[in-house]
Nanobody, 124 residues
Framework: QVQLVESGGGLVQAGGSLRLSCAAS????????MGWFRQAPGKEREFVAT????????IYADSVKDRFTISRDNAKNTLYLQMNSLKPEDTAVYYC?????????????????WGQGTQVTVSS
């Protein structure tokens, strides 16, 4: 019924940039908050950024503030994560997530739908 598909991951050197995309289908995309999370080997999944239904409000993890930008294009049913000034510590599988409602949240429990993940590797 609901499907999220991430793309745009890859290998980049420290200081470089990548833009991740998440294509959504199966429900009215514009009615729901969206988020990005990441998980490194041996670590728990952690919050990266979230955006409310309209795209006007956002929250970022302290570790990515001023480097990453979350955005959405409701007409295209697509979520984005622009990642600049990448660091080796950013290496992880990045997951797109769909919220339970229209309001943003940094808590994984508030998200109902998850993509398959896309690998981001930052080399030094």
């Amino acid at each position: 019924q609901v499907q999220l598909v991430e793309s745009g991951g890859g290998l980049v050197q420290a200081g470089g940039s990548l833009r991740l995309s998440c294509a959504a289908s199966g429900r009215t995309f514009s009615n729901y908050a969206m988020g990005w999370f990441r998980q490194a080997p041996g670590k728990e999944r952690e919050f990266v950024a979230t955006i409310n239904w309209s795209g006007r409000s956002t929250i970022y993890a302290d570790s990515v503030k001023d480097r990453f930008t979350i955005s959405r294009d409701n007409a295209k049913n697509t979520l984005y994560l622009q990642m600049n000034s990448l660091k080796p510590e950013d290496t992880a599988v990045y997951y797109c997530a769909g919220g339970r409602g229209p309001y943003y949240s940094s808590n994984t429990a508030e998200y109902t739908y998850w993509g398959q993940g896309t690998q981001v590797t930052v080399s030094s």
